[in-house]
């Protein structure tokens, strides 16, 4: 059992029979009345964002019967996406609903975590992090660095990103899978 108390960034819980998981909470203490927390939910089976007030002390929650198991990245067919459990060599097929926005990030081979709701995969949770290579991309012209400018560069998955405007074709860059920005060129 869950109280306001223990609410935190990415805890699991279940509210009304769902999956939830609390993307951002605030505590408030009011000078009158009683106190209570401001939560940011995103339903784990549908992604689905929602905004609930709950009472401080008062209301409780139940534990998520939620999993995550480490998988790696295979290939993706028509109907969604396949992984592998690397402990029991089990595959999984998670939907293109279920992967989502995420499917730009995924490349053969890389390692995630899936996440099971009584015992069914319904989503994944990307590294914070992902290397990929520029596959197309304005060319840069010489002094443009002192600028600070951007361009637009298209990466091997097909995800589109704002680059500063030194990057070329060919470059591998670490890209933050949460906001989708380009954070650094990596040297291989």
């Known amino acids: 059992m869950y109280k306001t108390s223990d609410f935190r960034k990415n805890l699991k819980l279940e509210i009304e029979g769902k999956p939830y998981v609390i993307v951002d909470f605030q505590h408030t203490n009011p000078g009158k009345g009683s106190a209570f927390v401001r939560t940011k939910l995103k339903n784990l089976e549908t992604g689905q964002m929602l905004e609930r007030t709950f009472k401080s002390g008062v209301d409780t929650f139940e534990k998520a019967d939620v999993e995550e198991r480490e998988m790696e990245y295979m290939y993706d067919d028509p109907e969604g996406f396949n992984f592998m459990d690397q402990k029991t060599f089990e595959s999984i097929h998670l939907t293109n609903e279920a992967v989502g926005d995420a499917r ?60 500063p405007l030194f990057i070329k074709e060919g470059e591998v860059l670490k890209i933050d899978t949460r906001t989708g920005d380009y954070v650094e060129r990596v040297n291989k």
Request: zero cysteines; proline letters at 5%; a negative charge.
């Open 104 to 163: 730009v990030y995924l490349q053969e081979g890389m390692k995630l975590f899936i996440v099971f709701y009584n015992e069914r995969p319904i989503s994944l949770d990307l590294p914070n992090f992902v290397e990929l290579k520029v596959k197309e991309t304005d060319p840069g012209l010489k002094g443009d660095t002192a600028s600070g400018g951007m361009k637009k560069a298209m990466m091997e998955t097909g995800l589109q990103v704002n680059v």
